[in-house]
């Protein structure tokens, strides 16, 4: 049976340029950076995308490998990445790099580290800012180094959004895509705990392979490129895709309001979700959409979160209604507080009042009927 590339991993990247930033990008110059990153289907064979999707200068990318993780920064089993035949590589400004097939037999669940030795000043990174995971730095090159003790330290990844496996025909892949209750923050870092995680834990077949930003919007640009802007390069053209899980309108209602932008009205939102079906239906894929979550309990400053809650409720109730969608998944219903239904069950509440926690991402991945995934249309 012939096999076929398909995703194993994504990562959603933004900007350090933005004007609304939850956590600072950084620049490297001569140092080493080696990233965990965790599978969610498997397969013979990969190959890495890097990126420069931000970037303002050429990407020098002096040496890359990939492995099997043993614990910590330490690798084993690992492969030299090669570009066009050659070990050195250079992206540019705006552009993504797929690697030379590596021959790697990787499993779902499986942590692989990916080794960049970055030879040359690259400017702030495009980066993914929140991804619940380490990344190690040192300086020089040591990508091939079996550990790096003493390395930094730091919660972000940097210059990849994917790497995709050699795996059967037949294999079925859903991306989800949105928000920080996607990405995983408020779950335990290095844990695999998101909503994501917790969701391919449930499945017999197929995976989930996760595309959420957190602080990402669906109507509007920052934090990342909006919802209907990305759709395209972090939905459908992912290779395998079958269905898409959504889950946006947090960040739409309130995080505007830290750079002075008003919020999404239910019309904008509903229009936006009502495009995001018509382009997945029209690409001939499934779509499952989430309820808005509860957020009135947030404890940032300057967020508009009481006045907000009219077009929460008014959004979901048309989600909840409306047959646009292939499944809708009830998150607002299952992680709201009975007794105060604008805010989160403190069981699920991560301590901020806006994003789940460990047992809160369990409960978000139970609402989504997974008999409903990979069903032909």
Not at 3 to 32: C, H, N, Y
Not at 118 to 125: M, R, Y
Not at 305 to 321: C, D, F, G, S
Request: glycine content about 10%; hydrophobic content about 45%.
């Amino acid at each position: 049976m012939q096999q076929m590339w398909v995703a194993g991993f994504r990562s959603g990247v933004i900007s350090p340029d933005e004007q609304i930033k939850l956590a600072e990008s950084r620049a490297f110059d001569d140092e080493t950076v080696r990233q965990v990153v965790r599978l969610a289907g498997g397969g013979a064979a990969l190959r890495v995308r890097l990126t420069n999707r931000y970037g303002t200068a050429p990407l020098l990318i002096g040496a890359a490998r990939v492995g099997h993780r043993k614990a910590g920064s330490a690798v084993e089993t690992d492969r030299e990445l090669r570009f066009g035949g050659e070990p050195i590589a250079v992206v540019a400004p705006g552009a993504e790099l797929v690697s030379d097939p590596v021959d790697l037999t990787v499993g779902a669940g499986e942590d692989l580290l990916l080794s960049l030795y970055l030879p040359e000043s690259t400017g702030l990174a495009t980066y993914s800012h929140q991804p619940g995971e380490i990344a190690y730095i040192t300086a020089g090159d040591h990508s091939a180094d079996v550990e790096l003790p003493g390395a930094q330290e730091v919660p972000f990844r940097f210059f990849v959004t994917g790497i995709d496996v050699l795996a059967a025909p037949d294999s079925r892949v859903a991306v989800a895509f949105g928000d920080s209750w996607f990405e995983g923050v408020g779950t335990t870092l290095s844990a695999n705990r998101r909503s994501v995680d917790a969701l391919n834990a449930r499945l017999t077949d197929g995976w989930v392979v996760n595309n959420g930003i957190a602080g990402n919007r669906l109507t509007a640009t920052e934090i990342g490129e909006s919802g209907l802007g990305r759709f395209q390069s972090d939905a459908l053209a992912v290779p395998g895709v079958s269905d898409v899980l959504v889950n946006f309108g947090i960040n739409d209602l309130i995080l505007g309001a830290m750079g002075g932008q008003p919020s999404a009205t239910a019309a904008e939102l509903i229009a936006g979700f009502t495009a995001l079906a018509d382009r997945a239906h029209a690409a001939g894929l499934r779509i499952h959409v989430a309820t808005i979550g509860p957020y009135a309990g947030c404890v940032y400053p300057g967020m508009p979160l009481l006045e907000t809650q009219p077009t929460r409720h008014a959004v979901n109730e048309w989600i909840r209604a409306t047959d646009v969608f292939d499944s809708v998944f009830d998150v607002d219903r299952a992680v709201a507080d009975p007794a105060r239904p604008d805010f989160i069950r403190p069981e699920f509440d991560s301590g901020d009042g806006m994003h789940l926690n460990d047992a809160g991402a369990a409960a978000m991945a139970d609402t989504v009927d997974v008999a409903a995934l990979f069903r032909t249309r």
